[in-house]
């Protein structure tokens, strides 16, 4: 079968740069132990799985947030993630006396600061984000009085603001026309508002190529965890604007050869926090695939998905 592999797809400089500090923390032997993690380090079960391995202990429950998994850490270090804290879990962490490395990217940050910023100067701000995603919960936490989550059209019609100053931004890892359009509607009841798009540089130019190449193909298969939020947007990018069905799979054993009965390209991506090894095998069964040969449908990985971790300085 045809095979576009959309580029750029994959690893973006956020969560190389939360590996390293991960596998860095996990070799220095003058950090207090255990060490634990605050939530998945990126959403990525195999690179959680692989960091295991090497002692980093994962603290996830989908159900609690940040502030409440720190509870249940009484002694040690703490990495938090690449998605943000709010400053309340960092201050909650050293009232704990544990040992804290901060693994946020660089563009969470400039998000939160510039939340920060507004805020001291007397606005309002209205968050574009997923509700129960860390980075909105970091972003949320700095002041949930002033800072209000909006995921969608319905949220937009509960929301109130009674302050003339209102600053619209959003979670790194959305759709970056969503926003846009969110940002328009909003902007009719608030036609005040200030808008910055912050959907960070990584995202956008994913976003960008799988529009571009999934135009021209019949399916498009994106590569990358359930919980990822940019993995999901790829898809959810490819059906909304590209026209192009999307299957999100975590690696080559997921693919269901019925979904190429009539396809004879398919568009390949991966998320930001999907190792490149795993969307190697994918396109290599996808190149290899025949829809009429049910030897090709079928593929165990071969891969040792315990120990993913790619090659860091
Ligand atoms: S997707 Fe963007 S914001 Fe998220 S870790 Fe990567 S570079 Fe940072």
């Not at 804290?100 to 001291?120: G, L, M, P, S």
């Not at 200030?194 to 190529?209: D, K």
């Not at 999901?232 to 299957?247: F, G, M, P, Q």
Request: charged letters at 25%; proline letters at 4%; aromatic letters at 6%.
């Amino acid at each position: 079968m045809k095979v576009i592999k959309v580029t750029p797809r994959g690893f973006c400089v956020g969560v190389i740069s939360a590996l390293q500090i991960a596998v860095d923390a996990a070799y220095d032997s003058t950090l207090p132990r255990p060490i634990y993690i605050l939530g998945n380090i990126v959403h990525n079960r195999f690179i959680s799985n692989s960091l295991k391995r090497l002692g980093l202990i994962t603290i996830e429950d989908k159900s609690k947030t940040r502030l409440e998994l720190l509870d249940t850490i009484a002694t040690g270090t703490v990495i938090f993630t690449a998605h943000g804290v709010s400053d309340e879990v960092i201050n909650q962490a050293k009232a704990k006396g544990l040992h804290f490395i901060n693994a946020t990217c660089k563009y969470v940050h400039k998000t939160n600061d510039y939340i920060k910023e507004k805020i001291a100067s007397g606005y309002d701000i209205i968050y574009i984000g997923k509700k129960n995603h860390p980075e909105p919960e970091g972003a949320v936490g700095i002041n949930p009085k002033k800072v209000h989550l909006v995921e969608n059209t319905h949220d937009l019609q509960k929301l109130l603001i009674r302050n003339e100053k209102i600053a619209i931004t959003n979670q790194t890892t959305m759709s970056f026309w969503d926003v846009e359009e969110l940002a328009k509607l909003i902007k009719k009841t608030y036609p005040k508002a200030e808008f910055l798009n912050e959907t960070c540089s990584a995202t956008q130019v994913r976003q960008e190529a799988i529009l571009k190449k999934a135009i021209h193909a019949d399916v498009t298969i994106v590569v990358g965890d359930p919980l990822s939020n940019n993995t999901n947007k790829l898809a959810h990018i490819s059906e909304t604007r590209a026209n192009t069905k999307a299957y999100r799979i975590e690696n080559v054993e997921d693919i269901n050869p019925e979904w190429f009965k009539d396809c004879k390209t398919v568009a390949v991506t991966s998320g930001a926090s999907t190792p490149t090894a795993i969307t190697s095998e994918v396109i290599a069964f996808l190149e290899n695939f025949v829809y009429r040969d049910n030897n090709t449908h079928y593929q165990k990985s071969t891969l040792n998905l315990e120990n993913i971790l790619p090659k860091l300085k």
